[in-house]
């Protein structure tokens, strides 16, 4: 399920200077140590960024929904905010949640 503890927001207009700087603590996981993916669902969840392989490419991720992550994550790609960022879905039925999530305003 989706996270629904996430707060919504609009990225447009809301690029802040505080993410010109990142710290960035890179560690490496092996694929083989059983703790690794609870770890970067944890990283993930307080707004921290993860790579991930693709069948071509490494990808760099955040929660959809988390602000500052996403932030984080259009700050560490260099990608200008009037630019969109692809969200992955894990299965079919997750594309109406995120779509319910996005037409709603944002919170607070």
């Known amino acids: 399920m989706w996270p629904t503890t996430a707060r919504r927001w609009r990225w447009r207009n809301t690029f802040s200077a505080d993410f010109l ?23 993930l969840r307080y707004g921290g960024l993860v790579a991930f392989p693709t069948d071509t490419v490494y990808g760099v991720g955040a929660l959809a929904f988390h602000r500052e992550a996403v932030l984080r994550l259009y700050t560490v790609k260099g990608r200008p905010t009037d630019k969109a960022i692809a969200v992955l879905v894990g299965r079919p039925s997750d594309l109406s949640v995120v779509a319910a999530e996005m037409s709603r305003p944002p919170s607070g």
């Open 21 to 43: 700087n990142p710290v960035v603590n890179t560690e490496v996981l092996s694929i083989s140590n059983p703790n690794a993916l609870r770890y970067a669902v944890d990283v």
